[in-house]
């Protein structure tokens, strides 16, 4: 599994750069200079996730769990996080609006932009840490004010931003949508786990109890062992008449007491009890899955709604459309 998500979280990353993967050796190039700089190596790099692949190919890269190229990518996704202002250059095409069938009554006058909408793009790193592994996942979600958009955003032609363009930004209820999102897919990639570290806990559980009923059972044995032994010294007191014999048995049966009397004293049923319990809590605290969701970055796009000036049987009319959804507003 180490493997499998380390490959998944490295190609997510570099997902914009250029790769090539050849029989496990994963090349990355073109990487952007300031990723450069903060890793302090410049590309193209080796990846590889095999130890003796790694002792195979020269200058690459062993990627495990923890190692030192994993790491820096996760600070520089921390450090990196910010907001970005990108805007989708999209202008509503006169013979598109024309075959729009809620457009189809109106004679279109007069085209213009109007004030700007504006989608969110949330990107998460969530890290799963279980028992002695770690799981990272990076989940990147859409959306507007009332949905959130399974779309590939790179179909647009995008562009660098401009502030003074954008008169407020208000990201509650499109942030919202986005958590909402990300914890339905956090359930979803972590049932595996759950249904894994269940099955664990309760076979551990299962030994502690096992353990623990079979110390019960050899302590409750023991003092009916003690009980008897003291029962068959008495007996052969009452039978006998040297001496010698008689001190022997008294001795034996006052340390057969003793040993009963310290038994009974500490009470360890109640000792084995309190370590059982104890143990139990451990062995589920070890079992606990932690999910820590951390947002790396908001990129927002933002285009014109544009006001159509329209006519419909000799009226004129002003409407508001969506370039992006396609639709009336």
């Known amino acids: 599994m180490e493997t499998y998500d380390s490959r998944d979280f490295i190609l997510e ?63 520089y996704l921390r450090n990196k996080g910010q907001t970005s202002l990108l805007k989708l250059d999209i202008k509503p095409d006169l013979f598109e609006l024309k075959k729009n069938p809620q457009l189809k009554n109106y004679k279109i006058i007069e085209i ?36 959130v958009l399974n779309w590939d955003i790179s179909k647009f032609k995008i ?21 909402k999102r990300l914890d339905l897919r956090v359930i979803t990639e972590t049932k595996a786990i759950k249904s894994s570290l269940n099955a664990k806990l309760d076979k551990e559980l299962r030994r502690v109890k096992d353990h623990y009923l079979k110390q019960i059972k050899e302590k409750d044995e023991e003092v009916e062992r003690c009980k008897e032994k003291i029962k068959l010294l008495e007996t052969k007191l009452k039978h006998t008449f040297y001496d010698r014999d008689i001190s022997i048995l008294k001795r034996l049966i006052r340390e057969s007491k003793e040993r009963l009397e310290m038994l009974q004293k500490k009470s360890y049923r109640e000792r084995l009890h309190v370590e059982e319990v104890f143990h139990v809590k451990d062995e589920v605290e070890k079992h606990v899955l932690s999910i820590k969701n951390i947002l790396i970055n908001v990129t927002l796009y933002y285009y014109p709604i544009y006001t159509l000036l329209v006519s419909s049987r000799g009226k004129k009319s002003s409407i508001k459309y969506d370039p992006v959804f396609k639709r009336i507003i």
């Open 13 to 75: 990353f570099f997902k914009d750069c250029k790769i090539k993967d050849d029989k496990g050796i994963l090349t990355i190039k073109e990487v952007p200079r300031d990723f450069e700089e903060f890793i302090g190596k410049k590309s193209p790099y080796k990846l590889v996730f095999d130890l003796k692949l790694h002792a195979q190919i020269k200058d690459s890269e062993l990627v495990t769990q923890g190692n030192y190229f994993l790491l820096a990518i996760k600070d």
């Open 112 to 147: 213009k932009p109007g004030e700007n909408s504006m989608l969110s793009e949330f990107y998460f790193l969530s890290v799963y840490q279980y028992l002695n592994e770690k799981k990272q996942t990076m989940n990147k979600i859409l959306c507007n004010n009332r949905e």
């Open 159 to 179: 562009r660098n931003g401009n502030k003074e363009e954008i008169t407020s930004i208000d990201l509650k209820d499109q942030y919202s949508l986005a958590k």
